[in-house]
Protein backbone atom coordinates (compact mmCIF):
# COMPACT_ATOMS: atom_id res chain seq x y z
CA UNK A 1 0.00 0.00 0.00
CA UNK A 2 1.40 3.41 -0.98
CA UNK A 3 0.87 6.82 0.22
CA UNK A 4 -1.00 7.97 -2.32
CA UNK A 5 -4.14 5.87 -1.45
CA UNK A 6 -4.81 8.22 1.17
CA UNK A 7 -3.76 11.84 0.15
CA UNK A 8 -7.06 12.87 -0.48
CA UNK A 9 -10.10 11.75 1.17
CA UNK A 10 -11.82 11.25 -2.09
CA UNK A 11 -9.71 7.98 -2.38
CA UNK A 12 -11.42 6.04 0.66
CA UNK A 13 -14.29 4.24 -0.44
CA UNK A 14 -16.93 3.91 1.95
CA UNK A 15 -17.12 0.28 1.31
CA UNK A 16 -15.23 -3.00 1.51
CA UNK A 17 -16.29 -6.15 0.70
CA UNK A 18 -14.31 -9.12 1.62
CA UNK A 19 -13.67 -12.28 4.60
CA UNK A 20 -13.51 -11.87 7.86
CA UNK A 21 -11.89 -14.02 10.10
CA UNK A 22 -13.44 -14.24 13.65
CA UNK A 23 -11.55 -15.37 16.08
CA UNK A 24 -12.59 -18.37 18.95
CA UNK A 25 -13.19 -17.22 22.11
CA UNK A 26 -13.79 -20.49 23.61
CA UNK A 27 -11.15 -23.07 24.03
CA UNK A 28 -13.55 -26.39 23.24
CA UNK A 29 -14.45 -24.51 20.13
CA UNK A 30 -10.74 -24.09 18.98
CA UNK A 31 -10.07 -27.97 20.31
CA UNK A 32 -13.45 -28.83 17.91
CA UNK A 33 -12.14 -26.75 14.72
CA UNK A 34 -9.96 -24.55 13.21
CA UNK A 35 -8.90 -21.26 15.59
CA UNK A 36 -11.12 -18.62 13.58
CA UNK A 37 -14.27 -18.70 11.45
CA UNK A 38 -14.15 -16.80 8.11
CA UNK A 39 -17.31 -15.19 6.94
CA UNK A 40 -17.95 -13.51 3.59
CA UNK A 41 -19.29 -9.47 4.46
CA UNK A 42 -18.52 -6.15 4.13
CA UNK A 43 -17.57 -3.11 6.21
CA UNK A 44 -19.47 -0.01 6.09
CA UNK A 45 -17.00 3.41 6.66
CA UNK A 46 -19.28 6.51 7.05
CA UNK A 47 -16.00 9.10 8.75
CA UNK A 48 -19.17 11.16 10.48
CA UNK A 49 -21.03 7.77 12.02
CA UNK A 50 -19.95 4.42 13.14
CA UNK A 51 -18.44 1.93 11.04
CA UNK A 52 -20.58 -1.15 10.39
CA UNK A 53 -19.78 -4.43 9.72
CA UNK A 54 -22.26 -7.40 7.89
CA UNK A 55 -21.66 -10.81 8.12
CA UNK A 56 -23.07 -13.21 6.04
CA UNK A 57 -24.53 -16.81 6.95
CA UNK A 58 -24.13 -19.76 4.50
CA UNK A 59 -27.62 -21.75 3.92
CA UNK A 60 -27.01 -24.35 5.86
CA UNK A 61 -27.93 -25.46 9.37
CA UNK A 62 -25.83 -23.93 12.55
CA UNK A 63 -24.08 -21.76 10.37
CA UNK A 64 -24.00 -18.45 13.08
CA UNK A 65 -24.43 -20.68 16.06
CA UNK A 66 -20.51 -19.78 16.90
CA UNK A 67 -21.23 -16.12 16.50
CA UNK A 68 -20.86 -13.73 19.49
CA UNK A 69 -21.95 -10.68 19.84
CA UNK A 70 -18.35 -8.79 20.83
CA UNK A 71 -15.07 -9.19 19.24
CA UNK A 72 -11.81 -7.33 20.57
CA UNK A 73 -10.48 -7.91 17.27
CA UNK A 74 -11.66 -8.90 13.93
CA UNK A 75 -9.28 -9.84 10.69
CA UNK A 76 -10.59 -9.54 7.31
CA UNK A 77 -8.76 -8.82 3.44
CA UNK A 78 -10.60 -6.91 0.88
CA UNK A 79 -10.94 -8.05 -2.85
CA UNK A 80 -8.40 -5.62 -3.74
CA UNK A 81 -6.39 -7.42 -1.12
CA UNK A 82 -6.02 -4.68 1.81
CA UNK A 83 -5.35 -5.98 4.99
CA UNK A 84 -8.38 -4.93 7.62
CA UNK A 85 -8.22 -5.24 11.59
CA UNK A 86 -11.47 -4.22 13.39
CA UNK A 87 -11.21 -2.92 16.89
CA UNK A 88 -14.19 -3.30 19.59
CA UNK A 89 -16.68 -4.75 17.49
CA UNK A 90 -20.07 -5.31 19.07
CA UNK A 91 -23.15 -6.79 17.66
CA UNK A 92 -26.47 -4.79 16.69
CA UNK A 93 -29.81 -5.78 18.51
CA UNK A 94 -32.27 -5.38 15.41
CA UNK A 95 -35.20 -7.05 17.62
CA UNK A 96 -34.56 -4.38 20.29
CA UNK A 97 -34.52 -1.47 17.22
CA UNK A 98 -37.98 -2.75 16.01
CA UNK A 99 -36.05 -3.87 12.52
CA UNK A 100 -37.41 -7.17 10.21
CA UNK A 101 -34.79 -9.45 11.27
CA UNK A 102 -32.71 -11.02 8.53
CA UNK A 103 -31.36 -14.30 9.33
CA UNK A 104 -29.02 -14.58 6.34
CA UNK A 105 -26.58 -11.90 7.93
CA UNK A 106 -25.43 -10.24 11.28
CA UNK A 107 -24.70 -6.53 12.05
CA UNK A 108 -21.97 -5.32 14.22
CA UNK A 109 -20.49 -1.47 14.81
CA UNK A 110 -17.07 -1.26 14.67
CA UNK A 111 -15.13 1.52 16.97
CA UNK A 112 -11.95 1.61 14.77
CA UNK A 113 -10.66 -0.19 12.05
CA UNK A 114 -6.85 -0.52 11.16
CA UNK A 115 -6.55 -0.68 7.39
CA UNK A 116 -2.93 -1.82 5.69
CA UNK A 117 -1.98 -4.59 8.39
CA UNK A 118 -3.27 -7.56 10.68
CA UNK A 119 -2.24 -6.94 14.55
CA UNK A 120 -3.60 -8.52 17.65
CA UNK A 121 -4.59 -6.45 19.61
CA UNK A 122 -5.09 -2.44 20.03
CA UNK A 123 -2.58 -2.83 22.80
CA UNK A 124 -0.27 -4.86 21.02
CA UNK A 125 3.34 -2.38 20.63
CA UNK A 126 3.55 -2.43 15.96
CA UNK A 127 4.51 1.25 15.11
CA UNK A 128 6.81 3.91 16.35
CA UNK A 129 5.63 6.63 13.82
CA UNK A 130 2.28 8.22 13.53
CA UNK A 131 1.37 11.04 11.25
CA UNK A 132 -2.06 13.31 12.21
CA UNK A 133 -3.67 15.76 10.41
CA UNK A 134 -6.08 18.59 12.19
CA UNK A 135 -8.34 20.72 10.05
CA UNK A 136 -6.96 24.20 11.73
CA UNK A 137 -3.36 23.22 12.70
CA UNK A 138 -2.17 24.96 10.17
CA UNK A 139 -4.08 28.18 12.06
CA UNK A 140 -2.11 28.11 15.00
CA UNK A 141 1.23 27.40 13.03
CA UNK A 142 2.28 27.52 9.29
CA UNK A 143 4.83 27.32 7.73
CA UNK A 144 4.29 28.78 3.61
CA UNK A 145 6.76 26.97 0.90
CA UNK A 146 5.49 28.84 -2.25
CA UNK A 147 7.47 31.64 -3.76
CA UNK A 148 5.48 33.47 -6.50
CA UNK A 149 7.02 35.88 -9.24
CA UNK A 150 4.21 38.34 -10.80
CA UNK A 151 5.76 39.79 -14.39
CA UNK A 152 3.35 41.25 -16.43
CA UNK A 153 0.13 38.94 -17.06
CA UNK A 154 2.50 36.39 -16.10
CA UNK A 155 2.28 34.68 -12.38
CA UNK A 156 4.85 31.56 -11.63
CA UNK A 157 4.46 29.83 -8.66
CA UNK A 158 6.78 27.31 -7.07
CA UNK A 159 5.98 25.40 -4.21
CA UNK A 160 7.64 22.51 -2.85
CA UNK A 161 6.20 19.35 -2.04
CA UNK A 162 8.21 17.63 -0.28
CA UNK A 163 6.86 17.51 3.39
CA UNK A 164 9.82 19.54 4.55
CA UNK A 165 11.97 18.73 7.99
CA UNK A 166 9.82 18.41 11.57
CA UNK A 167 9.79 21.28 13.46
CA UNK A 168 9.33 22.21 16.67
CA UNK A 169 10.63 18.58 18.18
CA UNK A 170 10.22 17.97 21.61
CA UNK A 171 10.47 14.73 24.15
CA UNK A 172 7.70 14.89 26.33
CA UNK A 173 8.24 11.66 27.77
CA UNK A 174 11.64 9.31 27.48
CA UNK A 175 11.86 7.62 24.16
CA UNK A 176 9.06 10.07 22.60
CA UNK A 177 9.05 13.15 20.72
CA UNK A 178 6.21 14.88 19.21
CA UNK A 179 6.91 17.34 16.20
CA UNK A 180 5.44 19.72 13.39
CA UNK A 181 5.38 18.89 9.75
CA UNK A 182 5.23 21.17 6.69
CA UNK A 183 2.73 19.11 3.91
CA UNK A 184 1.86 20.45 0.50
CA UNK A 185 -0.12 18.03 -1.96
CA UNK A 186 -0.63 18.60 -5.56
CA UNK A 187 -4.60 17.87 -6.89
CA UNK A 188 -4.91 18.67 -10.43
CA UNK A 189 -8.29 18.89 -11.91
CA UNK A 190 -9.51 19.18 -15.46
CA UNK A 191 -10.58 23.15 -15.06
CA UNK A 192 -8.26 23.78 -12.05
CA UNK A 193 -4.85 23.42 -10.17
CA UNK A 194 -4.68 22.78 -6.66
CA UNK A 195 -2.00 23.17 -4.09
CA UNK A 196 -2.98 22.83 -0.25
CA UNK A 197 -0.31 23.29 2.01
CA UNK A 198 -1.33 22.21 5.78
CA UNK A 199 0.65 21.38 8.92
CA UNK A 200 0.69 17.89 10.69
CA UNK A 201 1.42 16.77 13.99
CA UNK A 202 4.33 14.13 13.70
CA UNK A 203 5.32 11.96 16.83
CA UNK A 204 8.04 9.74 16.61
CA UNK A 205 8.98 6.80 19.53
CA UNK A 206 12.25 5.19 20.21
CA UNK A 207 10.47 1.60 19.82
CA UNK A 208 7.28 0.68 19.26
CA UNK A 209 4.33 1.33 20.95
CA UNK A 210 0.39 0.16 21.05
CA UNK A 211 -2.43 1.78 18.59
CA UNK A 212 -4.20 2.92 22.26
CA UNK A 213 -0.97 4.47 23.36
CA UNK A 214 -0.79 6.83 19.91
CA UNK A 215 -4.52 7.00 20.44
CA UNK A 216 -3.98 8.79 24.28
CA UNK A 217 -1.18 10.91 22.97
CA UNK A 218 -3.05 12.07 19.48
CA UNK A 219 -5.81 13.07 22.39
CA UNK A 220 -3.91 15.30 24.40
CA UNK A 221 -2.37 17.34 21.74
CA UNK A 222 -5.99 17.61 20.64
CA UNK A 223 -7.01 19.51 24.04
CA UNK A 224 -3.84 21.19 23.66
CA UNK A 225 -4.84 22.42 20.51
CA UNK A 226 -7.79 23.64 21.17
CA UNK A 227 -6.75 25.34 23.92
CA UNK A 228 -3.86 27.02 22.03
CA UNK A 229 -6.97 28.17 19.15
CA UNK A 230 -9.74 28.56 21.83
CA UNK A 231 -12.01 25.90 19.88
CA UNK A 232 -12.38 22.47 20.13
CA UNK A 233 -10.31 20.57 17.79
CA UNK A 234 -10.09 16.60 16.50
CA UNK A 235 -7.99 14.55 14.37
CA UNK A 236 -9.43 13.73 10.54
CA UNK A 237 -6.98 11.47 9.96
CA UNK A 238 -4.42 9.25 11.41
CA UNK A 239 -1.20 7.57 9.71
CA UNK A 240 0.60 4.81 11.43
CA UNK A 241 3.94 3.14 10.23
CA UNK A 242 6.84 0.95 11.23
CA UNK A 243 10.11 3.25 10.59
CA UNK A 244 12.14 -0.12 9.16
CA UNK A 245 9.40 -0.63 6.43
CA UNK A 246 9.34 3.26 4.97
CA UNK A 247 6.63 2.35 1.89
CA UNK A 248 3.96 0.91 4.15
CA UNK A 249 1.46 3.02 5.86
CA UNK A 250 -1.84 1.62 7.91
CA UNK A 251 -4.30 4.09 8.55
CA UNK A 252 -6.55 4.28 11.56
CA UNK A 253 -10.49 5.08 10.45
CA UNK A 254 -13.06 5.83 12.88
CA UNK A 255 -15.92 8.79 13.75
CA UNK A 256 -14.51 11.86 12.92
CA UNK A 257 -15.57 14.75 15.51
CA UNK A 258 -15.79 17.93 13.70
CA UNK A 259 -13.48 20.86 14.62
CA UNK A 260 -14.52 24.33 15.13
CA UNK A 261 -13.33 26.83 12.77
CA UNK A 262 -11.02 29.27 15.20
CA UNK A 263 -10.85 32.81 15.84
CA UNK A 264 -8.44 34.29 13.26
CA UNK A 265 -5.76 34.97 15.98
CA UNK A 266 -5.06 32.07 18.55
CA UNK A 267 -4.86 32.24 22.33
CA UNK A 268 -1.58 30.95 22.02
CA UNK A 269 0.14 32.90 19.46
CA UNK A 270 3.17 30.39 18.54
CA UNK A 271 5.10 33.04 16.73
CA UNK A 272 5.47 35.42 20.10
CA UNK A 273 5.38 31.97 22.58
CA UNK A 274 7.65 29.90 20.02
CA UNK A 275 10.73 29.59 22.79
CA UNK A 276 8.30 28.65 25.05
CA UNK A 277 6.30 26.34 23.50
CA UNK A 278 8.14 23.21 24.16
CA UNK A 279 8.20 23.44 27.90
CA UNK A 280 4.45 24.09 27.68
CA UNK A 281 4.16 20.71 25.74
CA UNK A 282 5.79 18.94 28.64
CA UNK A 283 3.85 20.37 31.42
CA UNK A 284 0.64 19.92 29.49
CA UNK A 285 1.67 16.33 29.17
CA UNK A 286 2.92 15.46 32.49
CA UNK A 287 -0.10 17.37 34.08
CA UNK A 288 -2.94 16.31 31.70
CA UNK A 289 -4.34 13.33 33.64
CA UNK A 290 -5.17 15.82 35.88
CA UNK A 291 -5.45 19.02 33.71
CA UNK A 292 -7.86 16.86 31.17
CA UNK A 293 -11.12 16.93 32.55
CA UNK A 294 -10.87 20.52 33.66
CA UNK A 295 -9.69 21.33 30.09
CA UNK A 296 -12.69 19.14 28.76
CA UNK A 297 -15.14 21.40 30.68
CA UNK A 298 -13.72 24.45 29.39
CA UNK A 299 -13.63 23.40 25.49
CA UNK A 300 -16.80 22.25 25.85
CA UNK A 301 -17.74 26.07 26.91
CA UNK A 302 -16.87 27.57 24.75
CA UNK A 303 -18.92 30.36 23.14
CA UNK A 304 -21.24 29.01 20.39
CA UNK A 305 -24.70 28.97 19.10
CA UNK A 306 -26.58 26.67 21.06
CA UNK A 307 -28.98 27.69 24.15
CA UNK A 308 -27.47 28.27 27.63
CA UNK A 309 -29.00 27.15 30.34
CA UNK A 310 -27.93 27.52 34.38
CA UNK A 311 -25.98 23.96 33.63
CA UNK A 312 -23.63 25.48 31.39
CA UNK A 313 -22.35 28.04 34.18
CA UNK A 314 -22.42 24.95 36.68
CA UNK A 315 -19.45 23.11 34.23
CA UNK A 316 -17.16 26.31 34.09
CA UNK A 317 -18.03 26.95 38.32
CA UNK A 318 -17.44 23.43 39.16
CA UNK A 319 -14.40 23.46 37.00
CA UNK A 320 -12.69 26.19 38.98
CA UNK A 321 -13.71 24.51 41.96
CA UNK A 322 -12.08 21.64 40.58
CA UNK A 323 -9.28 23.04 39.40
CA UNK A 324 -8.03 25.14 43.03
CA UNK A 325 -8.32 21.54 44.36
CA UNK A 326 -5.79 19.72 41.74
CA UNK A 327 -3.15 22.30 41.75
CA UNK A 328 -3.64 25.44 44.23
CA UNK A 329 -5.47 23.88 47.67
CA UNK A 330 -2.63 23.07 50.12
CA UNK A 331 0.56 24.46 48.36
CA UNK A 332 1.11 27.62 50.65
CA UNK A 333 0.24 25.14 53.51
CA UNK A 334 -3.67 26.12 53.87
CA UNK A 335 -6.75 23.85 53.20
CA UNK A 336 -9.41 26.39 52.25
CA UNK A 337 -12.70 24.86 51.54
CA UNK A 338 -15.10 27.29 51.28
CA UNK A 339 -15.87 28.24 47.59
CA UNK A 340 -15.31 32.07 48.02
CA UNK A 341 -12.25 32.37 49.36
CA UNK A 342 -10.98 29.88 46.75
CA UNK A 343 -12.26 32.43 43.95
CA UNK A 344 -11.16 35.31 45.96
CA UNK A 345 -7.56 33.40 45.69
CA UNK A 346 -7.33 32.96 42.19
CA UNK A 347 -8.25 36.38 41.38
CA UNK A 348 -6.11 37.43 43.91
CA UNK A 349 -3.03 35.46 42.03
CA UNK A 350 -3.91 37.13 38.47
CA UNK A 351 -4.47 40.30 39.69
CA UNK A 352 -2.22 41.16 36.86
CA UNK A 353 -4.46 39.66 34.23
CA UNK A 354 -6.10 42.58 32.16
CA UNK A 355 -8.71 41.57 30.85
CA UNK A 356 -9.42 39.54 34.08
CA UNK A 357 -9.64 42.64 35.84
CA UNK A 358 -12.11 44.40 33.45
CA UNK A 359 -14.50 41.49 34.00
CA UNK A 360 -15.23 42.67 37.71
CA UNK A 361 -15.76 39.12 39.19
CA UNK A 362 -17.69 39.16 42.43
CA UNK A 363 -16.78 36.21 44.79
CA UNK A 364 -19.90 36.41 46.26
CA UNK A 365 -21.79 36.38 43.40
CA UNK A 366 -20.20 33.50 41.85
CA UNK A 367 -20.36 31.66 44.85
CA UNK A 368 -23.79 32.80 45.57
CA UNK A 369 -24.85 31.86 41.98
CA UNK A 370 -22.84 28.30 42.15
CA UNK A 371 -25.02 27.69 45.66
CA UNK A 372 -28.76 28.27 43.95
CA UNK A 373 -28.07 26.36 40.64
CA UNK A 374 -26.08 23.33 42.38
CA UNK A 375 -29.13 22.98 44.95
CA UNK A 376 -32.23 24.28 42.81
CA UNK A 377 -32.64 26.81 45.71
CA UNK A 378 -35.78 28.40 44.84
CA UNK A 379 -36.12 31.89 43.56
CA UNK A 380 -37.61 33.43 46.15
CA UNK A 381 -34.92 32.84 48.78
CA UNK A 382 -33.73 35.86 50.71
CA UNK A 383 -30.68 34.77 51.75
CA UNK A 384 -29.09 34.33 48.06
CA UNK A 385 -29.26 38.50 47.62
CA UNK A 386 -26.31 38.33 45.13
CA UNK A 387 -27.14 35.37 42.91
CA UNK A 388 -27.88 36.19 39.33
CA UNK A 389 -30.31 34.68 36.51
CA UNK A 390 -30.93 35.57 32.64
CA UNK A 391 -28.26 37.56 30.85
CA UNK A 392 -26.49 38.08 33.88
CA UNK A 393 -25.76 34.47 34.15
CA UNK A 394 -24.64 34.22 30.92
CA UNK A 395 -22.74 37.15 31.63
CA UNK A 396 -21.33 36.05 34.72
CA UNK A 397 -19.79 32.10 33.15
CA UNK A 398 -18.32 34.06 30.48
CA UNK A 399 -16.52 36.45 33.07
CA UNK A 400 -15.51 32.76 34.66
CA UNK A 401 -14.10 30.95 31.40
CA UNK A 402 -11.38 34.10 30.97
CA UNK A 403 -10.61 33.09 34.72
CA UNK A 404 -10.57 29.36 34.20
CA UNK A 405 -8.30 29.93 30.63
CA UNK A 406 -5.98 32.44 33.33
CA UNK A 407 -5.27 28.88 35.56
CA UNK A 408 -4.84 26.69 32.36
CA UNK A 409 -2.44 28.87 31.01
CA UNK A 410 -0.81 29.27 34.17
CA UNK A 411 -0.61 25.73 35.25
CA UNK A 412 1.28 24.98 31.62
CA UNK A 413 3.82 27.54 32.71
CA UNK A 414 3.26 30.78 31.60
CA UNK A 415 3.67 34.30 33.67
CA UNK A 416 1.49 36.61 33.96
CA UNK A 417 3.01 38.86 31.01
CA UNK A 418 2.96 36.14 28.75
CA UNK A 419 -1.04 35.53 29.66
CA UNK A 420 -1.43 39.39 29.07
CA UNK A 421 -0.06 38.97 25.40
CA UNK A 422 -2.17 35.81 24.78
CA UNK A 423 -5.34 37.42 25.70
CA UNK A 424 -4.49 40.69 23.58
CA UNK A 425 -6.31 40.22 20.28
CA UNK A 426 -7.74 37.15 21.22
CA UNK A 427 -11.20 35.44 21.40
CA UNK A 428 -10.98 36.41 25.32
CA UNK A 429 -11.01 39.59 24.17
CA UNK A 430 -13.73 39.52 21.91
CA UNK A 431 -15.39 38.10 25.21
CA UNK A 432 -14.60 41.05 27.63
CA UNK A 433 -15.11 43.55 24.88
CA UNK A 434 -19.20 41.31 24.82
CA UNK A 435 -19.39 41.88 28.76
CA UNK A 436 -22.03 44.98 30.15
CA UNK A 437 -20.29 48.38 30.97
CA UNK A 438 -20.06 49.02 34.79
CA UNK A 439 -20.01 52.02 36.20
CA UNK A 440 -17.59 53.24 38.34
Known sequence: MTTAFMNSKQCIPSTFHGKWKLPERNELMRRLGPEFQERMGTLYYNEHKPSKLELYYEPSFGSGSRTFCHYDVIWGKDANGYDFTLFNVNAVDLMHDNKDVDFSKMEFTVEYVLLGRHVESIHEPIFDICTVKFPYLKHWVFQDNRKVDI?????????????????????????????????????????????????????????????????????????????????????????????????????????????????????????TLTPKISSMLC???????????????????????????????????????GYYKRFVNNKDGKNIKQYQQQIRKLLQQFGGVHMLQECRIDADELTQSRHKYSHLIPDDDRKLTKAVAGDELYDLTQKCIVLLTCCILDNIGLTTEEINICFEDSAIRQIVDKLPLFDD
Open 283 to 321: AWHANFEQLSPICNYLIRSLPSNRFFDAPDFLIIAQALD
Open 151 to 271: HGKSICCIVDLSKGAPFMKTEIEDGINISLLPYSEYIPGRYDTTITQNTYLHITCAKPIPTSRFMNLICEFSQFLSIALFSNQSPCKIELRISKEPRRWSFLLYEIEASTEPYPIPLIKYD
